[in-house]
Antibody
Framework: QLQLQESGPGLVKPSETLSLTCTVS??????????WGWIRQSPGKGPEWIAS???????SNNPSLRRRVSISVDTSKNQFSLTLSSVTAADTAVYYC?????????????WGQGTMVTVSP | QSVLTQSPSVSAAPGQKVTISCSGS????????VSWYQQLPGTAPKLLIY???VRPSGIPDRFSGSKSGTSATLGITGLQTGDEADYYC???????????FGGGTKLTVL
C-alpha cells in the first residue's frame, strides 16, 4: 500500500525559506502515470495546490506561487522536496504531499498525513 | 477566493440523501475532469470521486458524482454520522494553468 510521509521543520521565521521532503513507500516514485505534488491548507480554508514534479524532473507550478517555489525529485531515495522562499505569516498552513494522477489532472489519489508549518519570529 | 465555488454548509438527517454542488467555468469544470474529496476532522483529504463520476476501489456506492456544463455535483445517499466531514471539489484550470480546489462544503448529519 502506497504511503507518503512529510518531514521538515514545523517553525520557520519570516523571510526565510521553508523546506519539506516527502518520502514515498510501498510504490515507486518513477511511475510513468503520476506526478508528485505539494498541497497546503490554511485553517478553515480549502486546499491550495503548490506544485507537482514528474520522475524525470519536469515540474508544474501554481502561477500564484511560482516565483517563490522550487520542487525537485530524488528517484534514488524515492523522495521529492519543496522549497518556498521569503515566507510570511500567510504561508502558515498544513502542508501535504500527494500522488498526482497524470491522466486526470487535478486528481490526487493518495495523500500524506500532513505537517503543520508555522511562520513566526 | 476559490476558483471553484461551493456552498459553505449542508445538513441532512441520517439515512437521507444530500447533494453538494461545485460551480466553475469553461476553463475548469466544463472542459476538464472533476474530482471530489472527503476530509474528516484532523485528517488529510481522501479521494472519493475522479474522472467526474468514477469511484476508487473501496469507496461505497453511496457516493456518486456527476457533471453538467460548468457545474459538478457530489451525491451521498443513506447518510451516516460518519459522513460528517468537509467535502472539496477539484479540477484543472486551463486558463490559470493550475490544479484548483473549491472552498469546501461542511456536511452535518443531524
Amino acid at each position: 500500500q502506497l504511503q507518503l510521509q512529510e518531514s521538515g521543520p514545523g517553525l520557520v521565521k519570516p523571510s526565510e525559506t521553508l523546506s519539506l521532503t516527502c518520502t514515498v513507500s510501498g510504490g515507486s516514485i518513477s511511475s510513468v502515470d503520476h506526478y508528485w505534488g505539494w498541497i497546503r491548507q490554511s485553517p478553515g480554508k480549502g486546499p491550495e495546490w503548490i506544485a507537482s514534479v514528474y520522475y524525470t524532473g519536469a515540474t508544474s507550478n501554481n502561477p500564484s506561487l511560482r516565483r517563490r517555489v522550487s520542487i525537485s525529485v530524488d528517484t534514488s531515495k524515492n523522495q521529492f522536496s519543496l522549497t518556498l522562499s521569503s515566507v510570511t505569516a500567510a504561508d502558515t498552513a498544513v502542508y501535504y504531499c500527494a500522488r498526482d494522477v497524470f491522466t486526470w489532472l487535478g486528481t490526487f489519489d493518495s495523500w500524506g498525513q500532513g505537517t503543520m508549518v508555522t511562520v513566526s519570529p | 477566493q476559490s476558483v471553484l465555488t461551493q456552498s459553505p454548509s449542508v445538513s441532512a438527517a441520517p439515512g437521507q440523501k444530500v447533494t453538494i454542488s461545485c460551480s466553475g467555468s469553461g476553463s475548469n469544470i466544463e472542459n476538464n475532469y472533476v474530482s471530489w474529496y472527503q476530509q474528516l476532522p484532523g485528517t488529510a483529504p481522501k479521494l472519493l470521486i475522479y474522472d467526474n463520476n468514477v469511484r476508487p476501489s473501496g469507496i461505497p456506492d453511496r457516493f456518486s458524482g456527476s457533471k453538467s456544463g460548468t457545474s459538478a455535483t457530489l451525491g451521498i445517499t443513506g447518510l451516516q454520522t460518519g459522513d460528517e466531514a468537509d467535502y472539496y471539489c477539484g479540477t484543472w484550470d486551463s486558463r490559470l494553468g493550475a490544479r484548483v480546489f473549491g472552498g469546501g462544503t461542511k456536511l452535518t448529519v443531524l
